[in-house]
């Protein structure tokens, strides 16, 4: 416990101790009390009561578990709002331009601006503020209550209570007022009639007047002794004496297991007795029934979510996570509702409120059929053929006959027009008569054709190139001479090329190139494909 230092004790002296923190714990004795007369709980361990050894303590406390280094430059103080401190006969110089004070400029001066300020005038010089420097440690900085006072709360409770005070005048009055109706109205009326509501009347301020102490019928008085049991005062006591406990309902002992730690029955103790009659089902019917169900549902719904790949957890978003499911049970209902109407839709409703032809109700047959074993039918009703999923015997573009029923060349279309394109228009006889009459006609142009190739022979052109790469004219001619002129031409100016040194001054191009030139180039030009290149010079 809260002691001061530990010192050498007897064995007795440690039973005695062990003794007398027992009965403190129990109630039985009192509590110890620490340097400033007040309790120590005794149900505080002893690694956290007892004070270590370098505080020298004589008595025991608990101070080396409070904050006992305050720290001097904190103070919970605030600023005194409004207070003035020193009033001027005369302006002085850096004051206010407009009221006067020295503590601020006419910047932030919160009064009224003046049409001639201060400093002119030196009249109505105003008092200088109160300015107040405090240094807050932390929560000093963020407490939002720090400078409140508390007594201006007061105002608020007053204005609260007068008006209840109002309300219950205001009632009292309405009272009144209905007393005098009733006076006035008792003349032509019955005694006994008066004397009836009066005492209802009376019944039921009874009823309003004993209505806080039924309230108190199921307190239990508490008186607890010491400080470590808690605080002294009334206990409700929810239980009714006349339920009956859980397990005492079923006494086999086969029956469902009672876990008397939790005091929980999961299992249903009287499983066969009729269920309008049971006020107990076990507690698992509390788990699949209720908000616990659908808690249940969240949890799996956020898990589901998880897998897929989505940011959502539980425990840590919980609100998030519901706000996904509302979501999600709101799409989901939406999805049914559109999957609901596409069906009926495409398949009608038989269950809608269109009447049934009187015919269909009140029809009768005389056909009798029979079934076998597995309900297939034997004989009386013809078996219906299967009609296939795609939309037969529809006619479209005026057309008399489905597309692919004709069929040439490899093509399919309509017998009735003999079309092959697939969304064209009918034309019937007059466009079979139409096409039968182009196919005619260009099977002889093709036939006329082929007769008219067939007489003209085929002249082939045998086209003479130049040497140069160009077609040559018919009355081209090459002058030999000239062209062994050009080749020594070419020898001389590819032995230039080589050797740059004999090449003169003063040299005269002519840009006049003729056919013998080209002939000379493309004889002495080098091919670099040929194989025979290097045997050239």
């Known amino acids: 416990m809260a002691t001061a230092s530990v010192a050498f004790k007897s064995r007795e002296d440690h039973r005695k101790q062990l003794e007398l923190e027992e009965a403190r714990k129990a109630g039985l004795a009192p509590a110890e009390v620490d340097e400033d007369g007040k309790e120590i709980n005794p149900h505080i361990p002893q690694y956290m009561s007892s004070a270590p050894w370098y505080l020298n303590a004589e008595r025991p406390s608990l101070k080396h578990q409070r904050k006992w280094k305050s720290d001097p430059n904190y103070t919970k103080s605030w600023y005194d709002r409004g207070a003035k401190i020193f009033q001027a006969d005369k302006y002085r110089k850096g004051a206010c331009e407009n009221c006067g004070a020295l503590t601020h400029d006419a910047k932030s001066c919160m009064e009224r601006p003046r049409k001639v300020g201060a400093k002119w005038t030196g009249k109505h010089i105003a008092p200088d503020e109160k300015i107040e420097q405090f240094e807050l440690d932390y929560d000093g900085k963020r407490d939002r209550w720090n400078g409140y006072d508390a007594a201006t709360y007061a105002r608020v409770i007053e204005r609260y209570e007068a008006r209840d005070e109002a309300r219950r005048k205001y009632l009292k009055e309405q009272q009144f007022k209905k007393l005098e109706e009733k006076n006035n109205k008792a003349d032509g009326e019955d005694g006994a009639s008066d004397e009836e509501d009066d005492d209802d009347a009376l019944k039921v301020d009874e009823a309003k007047v004993d209505e806080s102490k039924q309230m108190d019928f199921a307190k239990v008085e508490k008186r607890v002794r010491t400080t470590g049991g808690g605080s002294t005062g009334t206990v409700r006591n929810l239980r009714i004496r006349e339920d009956t406990a859980k397990y005492l309902l079923n006494l086999d002992v086969n029956s469902s297991y009672y876990d008397p730690k939790t005091r929980s029955m999961r299992e249903d103790p009287l499983p066969d007795a009729d269920p309008n009659e049971k006020f107990y089902a076990g507690d698992n019917q509390n788990r699949v029934s209720g908000q616990a169900l659908e808690f249940k549902q969240l949890n799996v ?152 190739e067939a007489d003209k022979p085929v002249p082939v052109e045998e086209k003479r190139l130049a040497t140069w790469g160009t077609e040559v004219p018919d009355d081209l001619v090459l002058d030999q001479k000239k062209l062994a002129e050009a080749l020594k031409k070419e020898d001389e100016r590819k032995r230039e090329e080589r050797d740059e040194r004999k090449r003169k001054y003063n040299v005269k191009w002519n840009d006049e190139v003729t056919a013998e030139d080209m002939e000379a180039y493309r004889m002495k030009k080098i091919h670099h494909d040929d194989p025979m290149k290097d045997f050239l010079h």
């Open 301 to 452: 719904h956020a898990w589901e979510a998880f897998e897929k790949g989505q940011d959502i957890h539980m425990q840590a978003a919980p609100s998030q996570a519901e706000l996904l499911y509302k979501n999600f049970k709101i799409n989901k209902v939406k999805l049914k509702s559109q999957v609901k109407e596409t069906i009926m839709e495409k398949y009608g409703n038989a269950a809608s409120e269109e009447e049934i032809p009187r015919e269909l109700l009140l029809g009768q047959s005389e056909r009798q059929v029979e079934y076998d074993r597995a309900g297939r039918i034997i004989k009386g009703q013809e078996t219906a053929l299967p009609r296939s999923k795609y939309e037969e015997d529809v006619y479209i573009n005026n057309h008399t006959s489905v597309w692919g029923s004709w069929w040439k060349d490899f093509q399919w279309g309509y017998k009735c027009c003999k079309q092959t394109i697939r969304n064209s228009y009918c034309t019937g006889a007059s466009g079979i008569e139409a096409a039968e009459a182009a196919g005619e006609l260009m099977r002889a142009n093709l036939a006329r054709k082929e007769a008219s």
